[in-house]
């Protein structure tokens, strides 16, 4: 089973974070095949919008495999590190609009993917934020720089101090969301989205 879906139609880009079973969670793994995949999109002319979500229902991304980390030895906790930054850094530097469809959890590295991309719509409830400093991690995926630009110092100071989740709704208010739509019909508006 691959960790990362790539499909596309009509000139769109969908990339599905595919670990359903461990909430899109990611691995080394994962973030090696992430970085192919957007790698590959960076050169597709015939691909005019991307857009990023994760398997299921339950999670967009519950950011980085803390079971898999508890395994890993010093260099390897490095190895990973520089793995998300990297991806998560050409994710951002895609020449194509960006979309991440936020279907479920947005947590820790899955924020991170979310604020990377140029746009986020979320599913009505979905829980989010950068819960890393509740584990003593500092985020290390762009986060702790990509959130002040969205929402000032003084807002991402608080959220990221406080390891804070909040939901789709108030993400909408601080301006991380674009928009919040019904879970049940999240896919084809997301699909029908004018930003498309």
């Not at 880009?13 to 095949?33: G, P, Q, S, W």
């Not at 691909?47 to 030895?73: H, P």
């Not at 719509?121 to 829980?127: D, R």
């Not at 290390?140 to 406080?162: C, D, H, N, S, Y």
Request: aromatic fraction near 8%; proline fraction near 3%.
């Amino acid at each position: 089973m691959t960790t990362v879906l790539y499909e596309k139609k009509n000139n769109i880009a969908y990339v599905t974070i595919n670990r359903e079973d461990m909430l899109n969670c990611f691995d080394y793994e994962t973030l090696h095949k992430l970085q192919e995949v957007t790698d590959s999109i960076s050169l597709d002319r015939e691909a005019r919008v991307v857009i990023f979500t994760g398997a299921g229902d339950k999670s967009f991304s519950a950011g980085a495999d803390l079971k898999e980390r508890k395994t890993l030895n010093e260099m390897e906790v490095k190895r990973n590190v520089k793995a998300i930054r990297d991806a998560f850094k050409a994710i951002a530097n895609l020449p194509q609009p960006t979309i991440a469809a936020v279907n479920g959890y947005a947590l820790g590295g899955g924020f991170e993917l979310m604020i990377a991309c140029d746009f986020s719509i979320a599913a009505e409830g979905v829980k989010m934020g950068l819960t890393e400093t509740s584990w003593a991690i500092i985020p290390g995926a762009g986060g702790t720089q990509r959130l002040p630009r969205l929402v000032g110092e003084m807002k991402a100071k608080e959220l990221i101090f406080t390891a804070r989740k909040f939901t789709a709704e108030e993400g909408l208010q601080l301006g991380v969301i674009l928009k919040v739509v019904n879970g049940k019909t999240f896919l084809l508006l997301v699909k029908n989205s004018p930003l498309i």
